[in-house]
DNA sequence: CAAATATACATAAGTTTCTTATGTATACAA
DNA sequence: TTGTATACATAAGAAACTTATGTATATTTG
């Protein structure tokens, strides 16, 4: 059973720029595959929603394009630019600390007057 | 210095819920307040955007209101339904959940093929 | 004591970011 | 040959915010 979509929104760039800091280069629908197997189907990322990040991370200028050609087939390979290193480095660590203040924030149990 | 704003899109509801589970009762503003000072303002709650959530809240039956008069101004007081308590439950425990699947997806190093 | 700030509610227009639907095309499996 | 998988893309609509605005009372401060 998968996560109610509005979780993953805002998330869905921090994602994607991880995967390529770890992976080199990756293409669109290698990222949806990779996504859904390691998180076990509990995150699906639909085409709809992350072709225009794709798209909107190259016109920020964090990532770098390649057309890869497998047979007929057109693979379009992303790779982080230097300043797509340095965002993702920003935005794991802002989910990284967001993360944990969520976690203490869940977790009190009464409010201090 | 807080956190950019798409990352509390999809949480609010779950604070809310889970700050009335935790409290009793509480009123918008105080809402604001509590969740300013205990995350050392780094999540920081619009008016435009709890209390457009808690009419939601409300509408849903999640929450039952209160009138309170201070003076001559006016409080609303939200409190948790039984449905209340349950779904707080649900999206809290769905929460925590998406923060350990997110934990572990940012954590991987290479793909594994 | 006047002015600024804080308390307390509310709504509405605009933006972002997703979902859902649709489209095109190749490759492979049944 | 038919369905499924691979692989890209865009567009309409929905959801959930931000920003702006409005109203009103209470308190603090110069």
Redesign the interface.
Same mark, same amino acid.
């Given at each position: 059973m998968n996560?109610?979509s509005?979780?993953?929104?805002? &998330?869905l760039k921090? !994602?994607v720029l991880?995967?390529l800091a770890?992976?080199k280069k990756?293409y669109g629908y290698e990222i949806t595959q990779?996504?859904k197997?390691? &998180?076990l189907d509990? !995150?699906l990322i639909t085409e709809g929603a992350l072709y225009p990040t794709l798209h909107s991370l190259e016109a920020d200028g964090l990532v770098t394009t390649e057309i890869e050609f497998i047979g007929k087939r057109v693979r379009k390979y992303y790779r982080l630019s230097p300043q797509g290193k340095i965002k993702t480095k920003e935005k794991?660590s802002?989910?990284?600390?967001?993360?944990n203040?969520?976690?203490?924030?869940?977790n009190?149990?009464?409010?201090?007057v």
């Open positions: 996560y109610s509005e979780l993953i929104k805002g &998330t921090t !994602i991880k995967l770890d992976n990756m990779t996504v197997e390691q &998180t509990k !995150i794991v802002e989910l990284a600390d967001f993360m203040t969520m976690k203490f924030l869940l009190i149990k009464t409010k201090t």
